[in-house]
């Protein structure tokens, strides 16, 4: 059950890293089906690292499902675009935002199962949660989200430590999952909405740059 | 036989990336052996990758022949290019579509061979063609050629796809190949000569960019 | 005890390489745990595609002191800085040679008790070393240490060869690894200062860029 659960929160992530992965290729006019390419290494990129480290079978190979809803996602994220006038940067950010909210989930949980301790799941969390989009912002040639100024690593780590938290204190895990989700996006819509900014770790005088 | 075949093409495509590797390391001016390690890592990074996501023992550890093609390969050209008096871009171009049109082919191979279906192997060529050029071009800085307006992913899947139906077909092996390497390179080259340009998936309004 | 030295070296090289990348993020300006996620980049790329590409079990997944290593070097790295006035670039390319000569020979050494020939060992070893700076610069959008004109892999190769003759010729490990450190980060420094540069591999005409 809890693994059903994992594979319609994977099937999810990786539609909207998808739909990530295509309006950003949209908006830098890439041509032909190389939307799709960048697209799918969005989807795909972060799980694939996160099962390659943990020496498990690429998702997308043992169950080309994940392959299908993929392609339907960018194919239907294309028709969308193609029928609107205007697509907004935002959109990008928000499904950008959820996906990696929840592959940060999927990666500490496919984590934790493999019998690694939890300072390795939280790492393998950030890593499946960053860096589908984080290919995708140097293969577009984009300042990687990760490098802006708005709450995007810390929003993730804050929402693997509160799935961390729930889960050590034996919480269910569709709380687990639902609070870790809602502290993710909560924390990376607000940085964006009203501006929080994290200035740990920053230069003092920001003139210098 | 067959495994013979394969492994030729991708001693060649190998050689062709690595050549492709060292003309865009050269034309970037890069000192020393950096253009060593560039070209290397066009020359190794696809076949690298779809190993690595198929559990195989990587191709240049089991068999360092290909390491010595890598090496044979860059210092010929690296040879060839100091006594010409000028180089085009397009010879780095024709190179690559070569050796995308190879990985494309024995990718797909590869994946079929592992007992994969259809749409992971048509998935693994791709990656396996694409990738090391991805690479080359994201470290050189350059705008990586999936992005141009050139036909590139679209002739990869084209290739692909004549391979998948003529394999189905069950057309001989090298006509497979044959029929495959023709599709990619004359979709390729003809878009760079004549311009053709795919229109699908792209910003009706081209003048907002 | 072998296992041992290469345990300490390895620990070494990724708190330089965790420093380097602190460095590098506090340089950018990046905000909040960005700079985790792109010194921790720095620190295990490089041992981490070793270890894939090797077949290993990752390193810092089976041993996990290497995670507390690279977040404590994170840790005491932004501490240092902002009780600093002036953070010169010169610190980040030293910690970035040094880290780069130490894991070259680990990842040679690795290689080697896998059984692999020398000549992959030590592309083995260059890749360990030059693989974490190198996605350091390319998601900081830097041009890659690997193609500027100061002796960069030529250094690591040198390092590399080093180590494999002074192996051949049965000199004890310690010197073996001493003497590879010492000539790896003699070249780079001596680069850096003195302006040393190959001019093997270069165009003829460097105007023409």
Tied chains: 1, 2, 3.
């Excluded at 960018?74 to 928000?94: D, E, Q």
């Excluded at 990696?100 to 890593?127: D, R, W, Y």
Aim: with cysteine; charged share 10%; net charge neutral.
């Amino acid at each position: 059950m809890a693994s059903d659960y994992f594979h319609l929160l994977n099937l999810i992530g990786v539609a909207f890293f998808a739909i990530s992965g295509t309006l950003m290729g949209h908006e830098k006019n890439i041509g032909g089906f190389g939307v799709v390419v960048v697209a799918s290494v969005t989807a795909l990129g972060g799980g694939t690292l996160r099962d390659v480290l943990l020496n498990h079978p690429v998702f997308w190979i043992a169950e080309p499902d994940y392959l299908y809803a993929t392609y339907s996602a960018i194919f239907i994220a294309v028709i969308f675009i193609r029928h609107l006038s205007h697509v907004s940067n935002y959109y990008m950010l928000l499904v950008d935002a959820l996906g990696m909210a929840i592959f940060n989930i999927v990666g500490i949980e496919k984590s934790l199962i493999e019998g690694t301790t939890m300072i390795v799941a939280i790492t393998m969390g950030m890593t499946t949660g960053i860096f589908g989009g984080l290919m995708r912002d140097v293969i577009c040639r984009e300042v990687p989200l990760v490098m802006r100024e708005e709450l995007y690593s810390t929003a993730c780590l804050s929402g693997g430590l509160t799935y961390a938290t729930l889960s050590l204190l034996e919480v269910s895990y569709v709380w687990c999952i639902l609070g870790a989700l809602f502290i993710t996006v909560f924390l990376r819509l607000g940085s964006l909405h009203w501006g929080w900014q994290p200035n740990i770790f920053r230069k003092r005088s920001v003139r210098k740059q």
